[in-house]
C-alpha cells in the first residue's frame, strides 16, 4: 500500500486524532511526514519538517514531494472565536496554497466535522444538505471545505461525528458537556472510534472517495443517557419531548456504498474489547 500512495504529509499530529491516526499509519507502512512546532516530537519511524499554518512561507519544505496531505490540525474547545476562524480558514488557505504551489498533484484529504448539519434538519445529515451552522467550529469548518473543493486539488473532505476510543478521554468529559448544554438524555449522537478513522483514512488514501465529501461513522448512534452511563458520570433522566431529534446523527450511507465498514461498529464493542 505504502507504494501506491507515496509520501504522506500529516499535520495536528499532537492532537487528539492527529496522534492516534500517525501512528497507525506508520504500524501500517506508510511513508509519514508531520508538520509540527519547533520542540514537538513524533514517532519513531516519522520525518518531523517544522512549520506553522499561520506562516506560508514555512509550510514549502513541508509539501515538497508529497503524494498526500492529511490535514487534521484545527482548533475547536476555546471561547476565542478569532482563533478558531484563524486556524480552521487561514491555517487550511495557507496549506492549500502552499500546495497548489508546490505539489500539485497532490491528494488533500481534509478532515471535518458532522456538527456542520443544522439542528433542525428533517433527517440525519447527509452530504448534500445545505449547512448553515452558527458556531464557529462548523461554521469555520464548512468555509475550509469550500476553500478546498474550489482550489483545483484532488481533495477528500471526512466529516466524522464523535471522535472516542484508546484512553483519549473525549468519552469520559461527554456528560460534563451534556449537563452545561442542558442536553436531552435521550438524544442521540453519531459516533467513530479511532480505528476507524484509520479505516476510513486508508480508502480515502487509495482514491475511493475523491472530489466527495463524506461522512464516517459507527453503525449505533448512542443517546447522552447511555454514553453517560457507560462512563459512570450519569446525567439526569427526562420524559420532556425531544426537539430536533436528528441534530447530531449522521447518515452514512454513501461512506458504505464507498466500501467503508466500521470493525468497531458500536460503542459497546469497544467497552468488550477494552479499547475505550
Known amino acids: 500500500m505504502n507504494r501506491e500512495v507515496g509520501k504522506l504529509l500529516v ?12 501512528r497507525r499509519l506508520v504500524d501500517a507502512g506508510m511513508d ?5 512546532r519547533p520542540g514537538k ?15 506560508a512561507t514555512s509550510l514549502t519544505e513541508a509539501v515538497k514531494d508529497v503524494s498526500v496531505v492529511i490535514h487534521l490540525a484545527a482548533v475547536f474547545r476555546t471561547q476565542d472565536t ?59 469548518k464548512v468555509a475550509a471545505e469550500q476553500e478546498l473543493r474550489a482550489s483545483g486539488l484532488n481533495w477528500v473532505v471526512l466529516r466524522f461525528p464523535f471522535v472516542y476510543g484508546d484512553g483519549d478521554g473525549h468519552l469520559e468529559a461527554l456528560p460534563k458537556y451534556a449537563k ?19 479505516t476510513a483514512m486508508k480508502l480515502a488514501l487509495l482514491g475511493s472517495m475523491d472530489k466527495r465529501i463524506v461522512n464516517i461513522a459507527d453503525e449505533a448512534p448512542t443517546s447522552i443517557y447511555e454514553l453517560a452511563q457507560l462512563v459512570n458520570e450519569p446525567v439526569d433522566s427526562s420524559s420532556e419531548p425531544l426537539v430536533n431529534p436528528w441534530y447530531l446523527l449522521s447518515d452514512s450511507t454513501l461512506a458504505r456504498r464507498l466500501g467503508f465498514q466500521p470493525t468497531v461498529r458500536t460503542v459497546y464493542q469497544a467497552v468488550q474489547e477494552s479499547i475505550m
Open 11 to 22: 499535520t495536528g499530529v499532537t492532537g487528539l486524532v492527529g496522534e492516534r491516526l500517525l
Open 32 to 36: 509519514c511526514r508531520a508538520l509540527v
Open 41 to 55: 516530537r513524533v514517532p519513531t519511524g516519522v520525518s518531523a519538517v517544522e512549520g506553522d499554518l499561520f506562516n
Open 82 to 140: 478569532d482563533l478558531i476562524w484563524k486556524s480552521n480558514l487561514e491555517g487550511t488557505r495557507n496549506l492549500i496554497n502552499t500546495v497548489k504551489a508546490h505539489s500539485p498533484g497532490a491528494r488533500f484529504i481534509l478532515a471535518s466535522t458532522t456538527n456542520v448539519y443544522n439542528a433542525d434538519n428533517p433527517h440525519p445529515g447527509r452530504e448534500d444538505d445545505p449547512v448553515a451552522p452558527h458556531q464557529a467550529y462548523p461554521a469555520s
Open 180 to 198: 452545561a448544554g442542558n442536553w436531552h438524555p435521550a438524544m442521540r449522537m453519531s459516533t467513530i472510534h479511532h480505528r476507524d478513522i484509520a
